[in-house]
């Protein structure tokens, strides 16, 4: 009887000639030798820097002069109302055209939600948003095309892919931040039902006008005082100053920068995780992947190296409630990386615009020296845009930490002397959705 042997850890070349001299006495008319060889296995590069999360993860996509914009969010909890409005209302504040320290760029950035809602509520299944481009003009992008924007991403991206996209900058267009901001305004909502985390930013800085910070009551700050002029900054007075310095490089073709202050009110304590994965470090890393961002500060910031230890330390004592507070905040509501329950206050700074339309030098794609004068729609200004763009991403990453504080802290009972429920309120009661269908 005919027997077979079969080897799957044989090495080298796998010719009948060329067979090892142990196998080659075995080889005869009874004897059958079959060499298999492992298939070569392909190696796979993982291409990343499109999404953030871990627990609430969220991937952008789409480009500025393509098809449309929008975003995956994976891991969102099950039974929470939501509707395209909710996410609309912030996507309204974060459009182009909405003033003349805008863009003119006119879209109407309306979102579609086309999975992971039934009848109002969330499923716990992905959930797709999408956003369609309707005011594209790629002519506007031919000088692009060839000579490279000072201070743009337009030559990295062609120093890292050798290939890009020339109308309206691709991925690297503010357009991108649609993905999240409508993400950003379900986190919000998820943080405010679950602990009443409240998120709010506003313009402190245009240029050279400063917002005191003294004129900005952080515990009573509203929506509505940010909202009430063009700018986005919550004292009218300062307001007319940043729209007129706007205004004074906008009509010649230039722009400015400016700064965001973003806080949080009732963030639960806890939140963050050492060493690397701080609270104040995540905050860092979300706010500065937003387009334009040039700088992060946190509590005291660069002005705390000013100080000594006791005149920067925050005190502890205890209220009439019993928790442990702090007397001043400059720790900015994180200590050693974790929330403690204060107000978390942070400061973003954003460049001007490099697309401009003042003659520059640069070079072309061949490497030849020219002046180019950009054309295209911009922002004279980025500030008062980006300040949805911040709330959200700092809703991102809170949400993303309560979760993961929850599934490692909060599994089995809490220790009442040292830790508060993540629940420091009664759930906040959303209103249900009405007539509501599946989308």
Known sequence: ?????????????TKPGSLPSELCRLSSPAVQISIRTQPRKNFQI?????????????????????????CIIDGCPPRIPLSESDMQFDLDRRRPGQSRITTPRKETDTCRISSGVSEGMTTGTSIHVFVPNTDQRGLDYSEMSV????SHADATYDMKYGVRSVQGGGRSSARETIGRVAPGALAKKILKQYAGTEILAYVSQVHQVVLPEDLVDHENLTLEQIESNIVRCPNPEYAEK??????????????????????VRNAPRGLGTP??????????????????????EFGSGFSGTFMTGLEHNDEFYTDENGRVRTRTNRSGGIQGGISNGEIINM???????????????????????????????????????????VEAMVALVLVDQ??????????????????????????????????AAAL
């Open 1 to 13: 009887m005919a027997s077979s042997l079969t080897s799957n850890s044989i090495l080298g070349s």
């Open 46 to 70: 993982q291409a990343t820097g499109s999404s953030y999360g871990t627990h609430f993860r969220v991937t952008t996509f789409g480009e500025s002069h393509g098809g449309g914009v929008g």
């Open 147 to 150: 000579a490279y924007r000072p």
């Open 242 to 263: 940043m729209i007129a310095a706007i205004d004074a490089v906008r009509t010649k073709g230039n722009s400015v920068g400016g700064v965001v202050t973003c806080i």
């Open 275 to 296: 060493v690397f994965d701080k609270l104040e470090a995540e905050l860092a890393k979300a706010c500065m992947s937003l387009p334009a961002t040039k700088g992060f």
């Open 347 to 389: 400061r973003i700074a954003f460049k001007p615009t490099s697309t401009i339309g003042r003659k520059q030098n640069t070079v072309t794609r061949d490497k030849k020296e020219t002046e180019m004068i950009a054309r295209g729609r911009h922002d004279p200004c980025v500030v008062p845009r980006a300040v949805p763009m």
């Open 402 to 435: 309560l979760m993961a504080q929850y599934a490692q802290c909060h599994l089995f009972p809490i220790n009442p002397e040292l830790q508060e429920p993540l629940q420091t309120t009664s759930p906040v009661e959303l209103e249900q959705p009405q007539n």
